[in-house]
């Protein structure tokens, strides 16, 4: 990448969870840009997550429980892997995008070792494009093992059984919307002030934002009567998948940059904008 100084002020804000930040934000910084860390959603851990240690349980039995183990997200990955100390022989992975490989390669889950299984690099790294690169016709009476979020779309379940798996679905952490205090209310106006790039992963977090500002117009009034949630629509967001895109446009924002998966593409597209 080229060593381009962007304009000062230009400021990048980054929604997706902590842990997922820092060398996004690194890479971003090492640009010349600002960066402003805003994690929209918390990830925390079940206090009491019996159904996924019964499922891991199962996974790392003499004889493993499962065909195959599918995760939602790197804080699915993460979560998992705080209680296992390997991985058993045989078992194939599936994972949605970059970011799980990643966490996978820090959890010592590496690709020459094990089977995992991921969207092609040049389609959407989504639920549809990973049932598509799935063998889904050997799958058939097979134990699938899907862990997730507390809550989240189906698609991948649906698809699974009527491919004829046996599909069990547990959550491992579950996700909160950042609350609305006074710093982050004072944040917020300050970002909103002047024009940011916005990196938007997740539709759920996007829509979150909407309802914080929401909540920020009617707590904290701004002073010069600027509303934040019309502020908010006139912002840039860069957005790595179509989904999130559809979401955002039905919130009112016209302002996107449609990048593709992957922090290299995220990445790209704030270099254009130099």
């Known amino acids: 990448m080229s060593a381009t100084v962007a304009k000062p002020g230009d400021t990048v804000v980054i ?28 990830i925390s851990p079940l206090p009491e997550p019996a159904a996924l240690l019964a499922a891991l349980a199962r996974l790392c039995a003499p004889t493993p429980g499962y065909a195959l183990v599918a995760f939602v997200s790197p804080n699915a990955i993460d979560a998992a892997f705080a209680h296992l100390d390997h991985w058993p022989a045989g078992v194939k992975l599936a994972v949605l995008g970059e970011g799980s490989r990643a966490a996978l390669a820090r959890h010592g889950i590496r690709p020459d070792e094990v089977d ?4 092609a690099a040049d389609v959407p790294s989504d639920t549809e494009h990973l049932l598509q690169a799935l ?22 379940a649906d698809g699974l059984r009527a491919a004829g798996a046996v599909v069990d679905v547990v959550p491992a952490y579950r996700r909160q919307l950042l609350q609305l205090t006074p710093a982050l209310a004072v944040l917020l106006r300050q970002l909103l002030a002047r024009p940011c790039d916005w990196i938007i992963t997740s539709s759920e977090a996007l829509r979150g934002l909407m309802s914080l500002l929401a909540e920020l117009d009617l707590r904290y009034p701004d002073a010069m009567q600027q509303n934040a949630v019309v502020s908010m629509q006139r912002q840039h967001l860069i957005i790595p998948h179509a989904r999130i895109a559809e979401t955002a446009k039905n919130l009112g924002f016209t302002r996107l940059t449609l990048t593709g998966s992957g922090d290299e593409r995220l990445l790209a597209a704030l270099q254009s904008r130099l």
Not at 16 to 30: N, S, V
Not at 116 to 119: R, Y
Not at 140 to 156: D, F, K, Y
């Open 15 to 42: 929604t997706r969870p902590a842990a997922q930040t820092q060398p996004l934000a690194a890479h971003i910084a090492a640009l010349g840009r600002p960066v402003v860390e805003l994690p929209l959603l918390e």
């Open 135 to 156: 063998d889904l016709a050997a799958l058939q009476g097979q134990p699938v093992l899907i862990i997730r979020g507390e809550s989240g779309r189906e698609l991948m």
């Open 116 to 119: 995992i299984v991921s969207p």
